[in-house]
């Protein structure tokens, strides 16, 4: 195939990786490289940043260290933002992202990209329990009921 469009959170062997002719692709929920590895949203509200975005990028042997095609547009995370709501938010973004690409998809043809600067970023993995009540006490929830109405809305409408 040209492309692979990957949506794991395991790591992909060299030989799959080289498989597709243009790249295997990713769409990380995450600032790159300040927030590889899992569950980046966790870690943006424990940070106290004002806002998040998604990352297109190749994907390479190492934990999230790809070139970068693009960054998603900025989703704002306000006082009141639950973790859920910002993985939301950052999830939707993904359908700004693909128009910038769907031209290299057709043409079957490497996007460009940049190489992620170096750096010494550590690789965040799912919250401990003293994060999350860290991130508790600074007003933000981890679930809300209007995210779980949303939740359910999707799953009787789709």
Known sequence: ???IISSTSTLLTR????VPHCGVL???EGKLPEYKGSACYFWMIYNGEAAGNVTF???SV???EG???LEGPPVPIEKDTSVFDLWKGLLLSHGSVWPHFLPYLEQGSPAPAARQRRNDFVAYSY???TVVRKIKAGGHR???FKDLLWILKMGFRG
């Not at 030989?15 to 080289?18: D, P, S, V």
């Open 1 to 3: 195939p040209a492309w």
């Open 15 to 18: 030989e799959f990786i080289e």
């Open 127 to 129: 919250p401990t329990r």
């Open 62 to 64: 190492a934990l999230d």
């Open 57 to 59: 990028q190749y994907v």
């Open 142 to 144: 981890i679930m809300r």
């Open 26 to 28: 990713n769409v990380h």
């Open 67 to 69: 070139d970068v095609i």
